[in-house]
């Protein structure tokens, strides 16, 4: 299932899964933000407002009981969205740039053959004079861009 929070709850209701012992996953990525000519770093949820959960309904509907979540969405295809989020992590781990990229994505599907993203698969796109692959989560209609050189790419034939 994947829970649907308040603003800037996201962490809050991951915390309130762990201490129900409940399995869930919360992308982070680290941002680095100035405030009075100093650098700070955190941890933000990538996708804002959703925490993925492996359980069961009444797990949704304890978390639901916090008040810190809106609803939460039943996902159809369970394990295209492991793989999804997968491909996420493996971004998240190999330290590139990765940013939130609203709607779905249009574009050649591509899989990346060396480097630390070696596997992933997503949607290229050209944006400002560098190349970023999307990692498309078809459950939230959302996904993440990672900037990348196009001669690590090759082509999916459909």
């Known amino acids: 299932m994947v829970l649907h929070t308040r603003a800037?709850?996201?962490?809050?209701?991951?915390?309130?899964?762990?201490?129900?012992?409940?399995?869930?996953?919360?992308?982070?990525?680290?941002?680095?933000?100035?405030?009075?000519?100093?650098?700070?770093?955190?941890?933000v949820p990538l996708f804002s407002n959703y925490?993925?959960?492996?359980?069961?309904?009444?797990?949704?509907?304890?978390?639901?009981?916090?008040?810190?979540?809106?609803?939460?969405?039943?996902?159809e295809d369970q394990a295209k969205l492991e793989r999804e989020l997968q491909a996420i992590h493996t971004a998240i781990r190999s330290g590139l740039p990765i940013d939130e990229h609203p709607g779905l994505a249009i574009g050649q599907r591509a899989r990346v053959v060396k480097g630390p993203l070696a596997g992933v698969e997503g949607f290229v796109i050209d944006e400002a004079r560098r190349s970023c692959l999307i990692l498309h989560v078809e459950t939230l209609g959302r996904g993440a861009?990672?900037?990348?050189?196009?001669?690590?790419?090759?082509?999916?034939?459909d």
């Open 51 to 75: 925490v993925f959960v492996y359980g069961e309904k009444q797990d949704a509907y304890d978390a639901i009981s916090t008040r810190r979540v809106v609803r939460y969405l039943e996902v």
């Open 8 to 43: 800037r709850q996201e962490k809050a209701v991951a915390r309130h899964l762990d201490a129900a012992g409940v399995k869930h996953d919360l992308p982070l990525v680290e941002r680095v933000t100035m405030t009075r000519g100093r650098k700070h770093r955190s941890e």
């Open 145 to 157: 861009s990672v900037e990348i050189e196009r001669d690590l790419l090759e082509p999916i034939e």
